[in-house]
């Protein structure tokens, strides 16, 4: 209870450090975003320990602010955006090239996940996000 209560923390703040860094409009419609809530923020790899990407969980790369309707669309409908489907094929181009050992450059040229800040990217929140990132 008291690590699940731990991490609702850290996202928090990891959410509150990406809504001060960036605009406050969705990354998939562009619709403006006014008010903070820890629900605007989507893993483009998800999160989930069970199949998903939990050592991404903390990833600036790895969200996305997306606006009520989108986020919304997207976790209850399971209708991927193109955009987000574009984006999350790319992530798992560079994760098996990286698996393969062939992903020799830390930050390859040319790629930048739209709406992120370009450059090393890191949460400061410790955690196993940096070291297996082969992304940023
Ligand atoms: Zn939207």
């Known amino acids: 209870m008291v690590e699940k209560q731990q991490l609702v923390l850290t996202d928090a703040a ?3 450090i990406i809504w001060q860094e960036r605009e406050h409009k969705c990354q998939n419609c562009g619709a403006p975003v006014f008010e903070f809530s820890i629900l605007l923020f989507h893993h483009i790899l998800a999160k989930r320990p069970d199949g998903g990407y939990p ?3 903390h990833c600036k790369w790895n969200i996305w602010i997306l606006c009520w309707q ?3 669309t997207h976790d209850n409908g ?3 955006s193109p955009t ?3 984006l ?3 992530y ?3 994760l098996k090239l990286h698996e393969d050992g062939k992903l020799k450059v830390e930050s390859p040229e040319g790629f930048h996940a739209p709406g992120t800040v370009q450059g090393h990217q890191q949460a400061d929140l410790g955690g196993p996000c940096m070291d297996n990132s082969p992304i940023w």
């Open 84 to 86: 987000i489907a574009k």
């Open 78 to 80: 399971n209708i991927d």
């Open 55 to 57: 050592q991404y969980r």
């Open 14 to 16: 990891f959410y509150l």
């Open 88 to 90: 999350r094929a790319e």
């Open 70 to 72: 989108c986020h919304d």
């Open 92 to 94: 798992h181009r560079l």
